[in-house]
Nanobody, 117 residues
Framework: QVQLVESGGGLVQPGGSLKLSCAAS????????MGWYRQAPGKQRELVAT???????NYADSVKGRFTISRDNARNTVFLQMSSLKPEDTAVYYC???????????WGQGTQVTVSS
């Protein structure tokens, strides 16, 4: 069973930065596509960014140029560096692992990001 543990959320002012981390408890971490999703109150969960096993990245249009996803396979960890944060980035952010063999999605418990003055 894969476990994902997010950290790094919090309260930040508009224009500020935060870095989220997600540690995965799996020995085959480096083979899996990792992603960050978010869900704002009253809205559906949406894709923020993904990074493949080869470190190819994909971003939602709303975060391009402001957010950067990266991974450290030696530490089984994926990161989301968020800059120029806006109030509309306020949401619970979830880490995702899509298993490279089964296509099963695994989710973390979520971390709250609040952008407010």
């Amino acid at each position: 069973q894969v476990q994902l543990v997010e950290s790094g959320g919090g309260l930040v002012q508009p224009g500020g930065s935060l870095k989220l981390s997600c540690a995965a408890s799996t020995s085959d971490f480096r083979f899996n596509t990792m992603g960050w999703y978010r869900q704002a109150p009253g809205k559906q969960r949406e894709l923020v960014a993904t990074i493949s096993r080869g470190s190819s990245t994909n971003y939602a249009d709303s975060v391009k140029g402001r957010f950067t996803i990266s991974r450290d396979n030696a530490r089984n960890t994926v990161f989301l560096q968020m800059s120029s944060l806006k109030p509309e980035d306020t949401a619970v952010y979830y880490c995702n692992l899509r298993h490279y063999i089964s296509d099963t999605d695994y989710w973390g418990q979520g971390t709250q990001v609040t952008v407010s003055s």
